[in-house]
């Protein structure tokens, strides 16, 4: 949301042309917008993390799996929002990418199920969700259980952050839909 409403705004207010003057690089632009958008997602978890010691004693078996879905997650949204405020050219159609895709793919990830109660079909949908790789990673951080496997998980996530950090790049290099 943070990516996706800094683009916005800019546009809106015609002052993206100072960010495309900036003596920046795409590749500087990618990793500038995609840190501040990652940077938020971050600092929301440790205060949610930090909120949750306050009402329940928590070990965390797996640390270095929440910290690298964690960050993984933040980054991998924070391109999805780069990617979405650059395609966007209204505030209806910015928001169109986290209701038909950010929030159906959470809800079919195995947030609130297991995915192996799935049948056949479905459940090998839900093991190309890069959501669901994300919140199992995660969840095994915390419980020691996934219903995926681990490692698929840690190379799918690192392989698509790559694929979509390449598109950011390759949206800002051609000024698509950012310059008149």
């Not at 990516?3 to 920046?24: C, E, H, R, W, Y």
Request: charged share 10%.
């Amino acid at each position: 949301a943070n990516t996706i409403s800094s683009l916005m705004t800019a546009k809106m207010q015609g002052n993206i042309v100072d960010i495309l003057l900036a003596p920046l690089g795409p590749g500087e632009m990618t990793l500038a917008f995609t840190l501040a958008g990652a940077t938020r997602g971050i600092l929301v978890g440790i205060m949610v993390t930090a909120s949750m010691f306050l009402f329940a004693d928590i070990a965390f078996p797996h640390v270095w799996a929440l910290i690298y879905y964690g960050l993984s997650a933040a980054v991998m949204l924070a391109l999805l929002g780069l990617i979405a405020g650059i395609w966007a050219e209204k505030w209806e159609q910015s928001t169109s990418i986290t209701n038909f895709v950010i929030v159906p793919l959470s809800f079919l990830s195995g947030t609130f199920y297991s995915i192996d109660r799935l049948p056949g079909i479905w459940h090998s949908i839900s093991m190309l969700n890069p959501f669901f790789y994300l919140i199992d990673g995660f969840r095994y951080g915390i419980t020691d259980h996934a219903d995926g496997n681990i490692l698929t998980g840690v190379i799918y996530i690192a392989v698509l952050n790559v694929i979509l950090g390449m598109l950011c790049y390759h949206l800002l290099r051609t000024g698509y839909k950012l310059r008149p």
